[in-house]
Structures are given as C-alpha cells and as structure tokens.
C-alpha cells in the first residue's frame, strides 16, 4: 500500500549516496530566496535516534506510526534506497520527508523521475511553511542528483485538500494519466472505494544545477 502523506503518498528506489549527509545539517536552511524563512528551523538526514522520537511525536497527536516503519525508513537510507529529510524548529523534532530515487509509481521510474513520499508534519508546526521547506530541500536534492523533474501522488478526499492546494501553489500538475487506486489506473465507469489509496500524481520540472554550482 501506500506510503501515507500528510501531504501525499508514494515512493521508491535507489540512488548514489551523494545528496545528503547522516551527520549534522543538510542542505541549505531555507532563508536564502526569502520565499520561506522558519525561524530556528533545521534540517538532517535521519539517524537511529531520531525513529523513536518521531514514533513517539506523532503518537502523542494520535496518529499511528510505527517505530519500525523509521526503522524500516533508516535500514533502506543506509542502503542508498531513499533519504529522509527531518525538519527540526528550534531542536523539536517536526516532521519529515521521504524522498526515493527510483519511484514505485511505474511511469515516474521509466522516467527517471525521484518521487516523494511520506510527508508529514505534526500538527503543532503546522501553517508555518515547514511543509513548502522540505518539499524544496527534496527539489533541492533531486536537482543535485541532475534530474529534470520531481514526482509524488496525492490522496483525494478531504483530508488532503491542504497538501492538494499547496502542491498546486508550489508549481506541481497532473501527470495527465488520471486516477489511481491501489497502485492501478482507474479506468472509465470503474467504480473505487475513495480512502487513501486513491491518488493524482503530479510532477513539477526543475531547473537544472547551474554551471559551477555546487552539488549538495
């Protein structure tokens, strides 16, 4: 099934280990256009401390995630699968996002299109743009993996209408190949259950990496 989103929905695949770093911040904080500038907010790769941490953060908020499925999430960064950025506000763990080289999504792969999966940011740091952040340090990093475009699916009913409308303001549209359920193409007069498994990929294009910028 789908990796669920606070903001969308699924993932997967490889990629060379030269995005992000496991120790200390990554990136760029995101400060430097002034499109979104969070006050005391970080971020890093994950690390073995943080799963028990986010496990726990999104309990309190009554929300079932797993501490294996961080586990599950580092044992696949450390085999160079997928990578997750963890957004921290003044040293408080506040959410996190996964971005996977080669997508599950079949047309995103043929591609070579990075999807993002597993957004999510707790409800206490909410309306404070840290969701708009860690989608662009994931543009960020596919742009440094030298790819023309980003990908990830979202839910339909209302319970995504935030992220819908954020990803629309962020530049993202429909890749055109309409609905999907449980990872198949909803066909014409078909009849699917709208829960969380029914999804509308988007894709943004990025720019690519100027000459002599750095890779990051």
Not at 198 to 211: H, S
Request: glycine share 12%; aromatic share 10%.
């Amino acid at each position: 099934g789908p990796e669920q989103h606070g903001a969308g929905h699924h993932a997967a695949g490889r990629f060379r280990g030269d995005g992000i770093s496991a120790d200390g911040p990554l990136l760029s904080n995101p400060d430097g256009s002034g499109q979104m500038n969070v006050r005391g907010l970080s971020f890093r790769a994950l690390k073995a401390m943080d799963c028990a941490v986010a496990a726990a953060a999104f309990a309190a908020q009554g929300w079932h995630k797993p501490l294996e499925q961080y586990q599950n999430y580092l044992r696949e960064q450390q085999e160079g699968a997928l990578q997750v950025i963890v957004a921290w506000c003044e040293a408080e763990f506040a959410g996190y996002l996964v971005l996977r080289r080669r997508a599950r999504y079949a047309p995103f792969a043929a591609a070579g299109i990075p999807e993002i999966g597993d957004l999510n940011v707790l409800i206490k740091f909410r309306c404070r743009g840290i969701g708009a952040a860690l989608l662009q340090q994931a543009e960020d990093l596919a742009r440094a993996w030298r790819c023309a475009e980003i990908g990830l699916g979202v839910g339909l009913w209302k319970d995504y209408g935030s992220a819908q409308r954020l990803y629309i303001r962020l530049g993202y549209r429909p890749d055109g190949r309409g609905l999907h359920w449980r990872d198949r193409q909803v066909g014409y007069g078909e009849t699917v259950v709208a829960d969380d498994d029914l999804v509308l990929y988007l894709t943004k294009p990025l720019e690519p990496v100027r000459p002599g910028e750095p890779r990051r």
